[in-house]
């Protein structure tokens, strides 16, 4: 390369370092182009161009630039950890935690790469080798995140006091770290601590992957007199969230001069006699004027809820009267108990929802019980249970499911239902319905730690795994109390 090129080089290269250090990532894109274009094997060139392009969010295009840059200089740890961060972003974890381990494969005391490989490991659900990385991660310069990270995976094999330990050193070393503050709140909300945790559970509003971030002019309702009032409660997470909370609609009710509900249009039609009086708005409708506004699962915060106080009465939500008649019908009363069945979660990638699903073959102890007639509950199939429920003595009527009042009807239809931790448990509860609840060995915060019975659902009855990813044990477990069952049922 001749001079003049190779100073125009350094120029545009230094005026792009010094775009990105002010945010001007466009700019700094540009400059780098410029520097490709006169020498196209300059690694750094390619490297930060891919960390431009992720600050903008261009993840597939970062991902293009690490690689010419790897392409270029395979020997450099960071390259293949910035590889990393983007394959992460693109949700490609398996491919992400291959790039951490060729970085510390080259450089086996890169803190920032043993962190994010136990992330990796903790998303993966492989939570003993998670621990491993973050633990030494920390000793190599110890952060806010990694902390974090560590308290999760600890959380996830039950070390429930050194998984506090890890968050409260996070929120030490980063006072507003939020993920760490929301980490933190769930543990003490599982925990029964409910001063405390429900307080600090707000800090999930704050979070950046927060799915409905929602902002408003007029100020939040934490329990303060709102006589003469328009208050807008709002839907903020899933169906299941928004029916555990609806049992506080009548409390809020005798608060305020009027109620603005926003809801889910599954869950309208299960409103009942609690409509009266209110504006239900179905989500995504203009919402009228209102003084304050309260998000769903911020109403413990704002009744002072305590474990031994849950307004627990039931049923609260109510099935339409139109919805009966044909279901019964559709499900007439037999002579043996009818148990309707939930197995699956609706949300099946990596998380809490792969980890509350079952395998459907998995419950051929309990369709082994003799005696009893079983309906599937569930509107949606995995690609592998149709299949197995084509083998199994398990009635579909997922056809005539159209929403969820149809789902409250069969339910009423049932004498038991047995279900994973998902929206339908939270249904049969809210109806008044039995319902036993199959929960993983680190369970939802909800269901608290330890116990049988829940003060959220009287009817409902806590089932655990023993031990992480135990679903075996735990329907052993419960097809010996379904024999149980049959038996008190036909002496009643």
Known sequence: MDKTKENDKEMFFQRAVDHAKQGRFMEALADYDRVIGLDPRDFAAHSNRGNALTELGHFAEALASFERAIAIKSNLAFLHYNQGVVLERLGRMEEALASYEHALALSPDYAAAHCNRGAMFGALGRHVEAVRDLERSIVLKPTAVAFNNLGFSLLSLGRREEALRGFEHALALDPQYIYASYNRAVLQLASGNYQDGFKNYESRLMRPDNPLPRRFAQPQWRGEPIDGKTILLHVEQGLGDS???????????????????????????????????????????????????????????????????????????????????????????????????????????????????????????????????????????????????????????????????????AIAQCDLVISVDTSVAHLAGALGKPVWILLPYVADWRWLLDRSDSPWYPSARLFRQSQVGDWEGLIREVAKELSRYRAAFLRA
């Open 243 to 409: 029916i555990q909370m609806l049992r506080y609609l009548p409390m809020l009710k005798a608060r305020a001069a009027h109620v603005l509900l926003e809801l889910q249009p599954a869950l309208v039609p299960l409103l009942g006699p609690m409509a009266a009086g209110l504006t239900v708005l179905k989500t995504g409708q203009v919402i009228p004027p209102f003084d304050v506004y309260c998000p769903m699962m911020s109403l413990p915060l704002a009744f002072g809820a305590r474990v031994d106080a849950i307004p627990a009465h039931a049923p609260y939500l109510t099935i339409p009267q139109e919805r009966i008649p044909q279901w019964r019908e559709r499900l007439p009363s037999g002579a043996v108990p009818r148990i309707g069945l939930v197995w699956s979660s609706g949300s099946l990638g990596p998380g809490k929802g792969r980890n509350r699903s079952i395998a459907l073959e998995l419950l051929a102890p309990l369709l082994a019980v003799p005696g009893l007639g079983f309906v599937s509950l569930q509107r949606e199939y995995r690609d592998h249970d149709p299949p197995a429920l084509a083998r199994l003595p398990i009635e579909r009527i997922d056809e005539g499911l159209a929403d969820f009042a149809d789902t409250a009807a």
